[in-house]
Structures are given as structure tokens and as C-alpha cells.
């Protein structure tokens, strides 16, 4: 069921899950979920649960989506915004509602073609594209507002850290499968601060050594 009534009570299950942003909510309750991964799994896309995006990659959970936005956003009108780990653009979609700009890079082309496809025909314009590592960011378009990464890290990619801009914030999951941490990084006139907010599981961010 893709009706509206089954994405209102996705709404209603995050607010009881503690999400409180309006403009969150309101941005997770206009993507359309069920266009952004297969049609068989379509029946399933307003269920609180990661789905398989194929590529051994999975579509997050509208939960941790909606309180890595809330995170990121902290009540801010956001002017551009990084997101690594591009995937079924279900993030995508939902920063694109809350920030003028967004910028999203992922490692998998022949998945993030499927995924461009899939935002354009659903509307979705404000997003430029890059194919790449996203662990050494996209300086060009620096500093930003916010970042949020997909993946998780093994460590904090100090290339993401220097693009950030003054009072801006990084939500990133680190650690390994077991054990790992979603961290708020804000950046400061005099340097970083880190809170730890939950455990979560992600893929791994997968770093181009070479
Ligand atoms: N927000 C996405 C999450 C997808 S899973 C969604 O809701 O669909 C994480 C994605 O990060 C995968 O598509 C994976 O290929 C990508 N990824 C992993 N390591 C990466 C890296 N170093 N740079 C860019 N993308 C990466």
C-alpha cells in the first residue's frame, strides 16, 4: 500500500519515536518512498525498516533518515548540503526538501545512475552528482552547511571535517558492523565538538585507498 494513509502512519510512528521537527516530518511525508526502490518491494516502503537497494546495498530506515535530518538541520535554514552515499536517493530526497542545495556522491555508478533517474522523474532538481569516493568530500563546492554520511566509517574522514563550515555539522556513522556510533561533529571558530547520539548499522563506507 502506497496510499497516503499508510505514509501518515509512518508519521505518526516517528513522532512517537521522538522525531519533533515539523519541517522534517513534512519533508519525509512528500518523498515518495515507493519510487525509489523496486516495484516489488513497493508494498513494503512506508514500513519503518531498511529494504535491499541490490548492489549489496540497503535503503535506509525513514526513522534513522528522519533523525539524521533533524540532527543536521537543528531548526536551520540550510543553503547547501553534502550527503555521502548517494544509494537509493531516499535521503537525497529528503535534503533536497530542506536545503537549497544538495551535493551526493557515491562509489557505485551503475547505482547512482538508477538513482538520478529515479529523482528526476520525481521532481527532484536540486542535486548535483558525483561518482567517487565520498570520504575526501567535494571541495569545490565547500564549505558546507551540513554533511551527512550513509556509511559507515572506520574513523572520522578528515577531508569532510575541513569542509565544513563555521557552525556547520557533520552526522556520520563510525565504527565497525557491531558497534557503531552516529556522531554530531559541529565545527567551531576554535575547533570541533563531538556528541555521541546512538548506536546504529550501516554498510560500510567503503574508502578508495589508492
Ligand atoms: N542514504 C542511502 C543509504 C544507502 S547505503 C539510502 O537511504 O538509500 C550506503 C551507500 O553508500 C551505498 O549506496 C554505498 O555504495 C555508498 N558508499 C559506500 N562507501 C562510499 C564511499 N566511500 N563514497 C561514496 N559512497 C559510498
Redesign the pocket.
Known sequence: MTSQRTRERLIQRLRTEGIRDDVVLGAIRAVPRHL?IDEALASRAYEDTALP?G?G????QPYI?ARMTEVLRAGRLLDKVL??????????AVLARIAKQVYT????EP?QKLTRGRLVRVGVRNVQYRF????RGWPEHAPYDGIIV??AAASLPEALLSQLAIGARLVIPVGPDSVQELLLIQRHETGYTREHLERVS???????LS
Open positions: 525509489l537497494i548492489y546495498q540497503t535503503i535506509s533518515v550527503e555521502v552515499g548517494t544509494g537509493s536517493g531516499y535521503q537525497t556522491i557515491e562509489r557505485l547505482l567517487g569516493d565520498g570520504s550513509t556509511a550501516f554498510v560500510p563506507l567503503v574508502e578508495d
